[in-house]
């Protein structure tokens, strides 16, 4: 049976190629995208997604979220993921229009709505899933599971100690971590090791339609070297498919919301300060030449309309 899941999202070069997954992986079931603002403003996150949902010619419903975090000032990522946040491709403008709801309230909608617990995949800051949890507490007995992408045990990608989904709204972050929601932590420790090759790059572009379109915005991604480039967000969605080829550690994990280190995730590896009590489960180390082998198979598979 697939598995049931929403994307909340920023798209953002490497959200576009986790929505490519699930939208077109029989083994998901993908009920709701919703987005904020994270890599880019709101509006264009919302359009990317929109975008990506034509260009599949999915039955998928997008619903625009929060347009800054909960109280930090807003900072994107345009430097990284350019003005429009998926440049490279030129994309059909005839789009269905967004829903006509909040994206806190189409998340409640669908998850109450579901016949079976909804996992959550956000692979943006945490905003939406904040407000979410502030306004309706009971969705959280119909989550399943949350795998996000975000945070580090180790060095960060917008201060030394912080990474940007959980930088961006650190707020957001601690609400979603003290839930009580089981929480898989999909941070840098494995996205930076799982880099899309410059192999696999190349044979993107001649794979077909959606190989040429992912191929087209990846090498505009400001944030890649000669080893690769690092599609953070992907990781959740093959996490949620081959969870055998990603090591976890549970532990309890506490997000820093002011001062220098504001947005670190600070994991209690020895378990020594919450009474052996953990909160997430964590991943630390991954396959990264099966992530690669398994990205070009998944694209190779995807027939555009």
Partial sequence: MAIKIIMDTDPGIDDAAALTMALNDPALDLKLITTVAGNVTVDKTTKNAQKLVRFFNKDVPVAAGAEQPLIKEFEDAARIHGESGMPGYDFPEDLKAPLNKTAVE?????????????????????????????EYPEVKNHIDRIVAMGGTLGKGNMTSAAEFNVFTDPDAAKIVYQSGVPIVMVGLDITMKALLTPDSLSKLEHMNETGKMLHDIIINDGDNNENGIAMHDVNTIFYLLHPEAITTKDMWIDVITDGPAIGETVGDIRGAYHDGKTNASVCVDIDDEAFNKWFLEEVEKIKQG
């Fill in 106 to 134: 189409a998340l409640h909608d669908e998850i109450m709505a579901s016949d079976e617990k909804i996992t959550l995949v956000p692979t943006g800051s945490y905003t939406n899933i904040a407000l979410l949890f502030s």
